[in-house]
């Protein structure tokens, strides 16, 4: 039967992947899913994307490092941090190929059972009420902006019947709620890449190979 692999925040950390697909990802027909922010801050954007670009079973979700580079695209007043910069530099001529790819990303993935976020959902709202900012960006729900990451996390007050699967809230270990699976465990600064296998819930962590990165707090 083929497997669902929700594969956590891969920031550009092409190395860390395959060696996390080496431990999962056993037949071609298993359907890849990544929670966003497939590019930025790692050390190899150009080869992370090509992969997903050419791979016909891999998918993503939009993350708010995609968004970003979209809205600097579209001449959108954003302020772009130096991991962009070297993004686009690194992408060099198939930027525009990245944009066209990135424009075309849902901004959540319905598997029945499971929603997939980048980062997380009003809690009593409809999946398909929910903002873009929201999706990209929330963490705690009492902040004045969803990134905010001071006040109640969405995730404890989510009672939804689809579990979500999301990232950009990086913890230690893989976040795991009733209804709700943090997995983005870091791999960009030093820790673990984490998928999580449907449908029987399976996770996977791979570490990193060094720090590319340093956490924000």
């Known amino acids: 039967m083929p497997k669902?692999?929700?594969?956590?925040?891969?920031?550009?950390?092409?190395?860390?992947?395959?060696?996390l697909l080496a431990e999962v990802d056993r037949k071609p027909e298993n359907r890849l899913i990544s929670v966003g922010d497939v590019i930025t801050k790692g050390p190899e954007?150009?080869?992370?994307?090509?992969?997903?670009?050419?791979?016909?079973?891999a998918e993503a979700v939009l993350g708010n490092h995609e968004r970003i580079l979209l809205q600097h695209?579209?001449?959108?007043?954003?302020?772009?941090?130096?991991?962009?910069?070297?993004?686009?530099?690194?992408?060099?001529y198939d930027f525009e190929r990245f944009i066209e790819w990135a424009a075309r990303l849902p901004h959540y993935i319905?598997?029945?059972?499971?929603?997939?976020?980048?980062?997380?959902?009003?809690?009593?709202?409809?999946?398909?009420?929910?903002?873009?900012?929201?999706?990209t960006e929330l963490r705690a729900l009492d902040g004045d902006k969803p990134g905010s990451r001071v006040g109640t996390p969405w995730f404890d007050r989510?009672?939804?019947?689809?579990?979500?699967?999301?990232?950009?809230?990086?913890?230690?270990?893989?976040?795991i709620r009733k209804n709700a699976v943090g997995i983005d465990t870091g791999c960009v600064y030093g820790e673990n890449l984490t998928a999580m296998v449907l449908p029987e819930e399976r996770l996977v962590s791979v570490p990193a190979r060094r720090a590319y990165a340093s956490k924000k707090e």
């Open 158 to 175: 989510y009672e939804g019947e689809k579990k979500v699967i999301f990232g950009h809230w990086v913890f230690a270990h893989p976040l």
């Open 110 to 135: 319905d598997l029945g059972s499971h929603l997939v976020v980048h980062a997380g959902v009003r809690p009593g709202r409809a999946i398909e009420e929910q903002t873009v900012e929201d999706l």
């Open 4 to 19: 669902t692999i929700v594969i956590g925040d891969i920031h550009g950390c092409y190395d860390e992947l395959q060696q």
């Open 45 to 57: 954007n150009l080869r992370v994307f090509k992969f997903f670009q050419t791979r016909g079973n």
């Open 73 to 92: 695209s579209r001449g959108e007043p954003v302020a772009l941090e130096p991991a962009h910069f070297q993004a686009i530099d690194e992408l060099g």
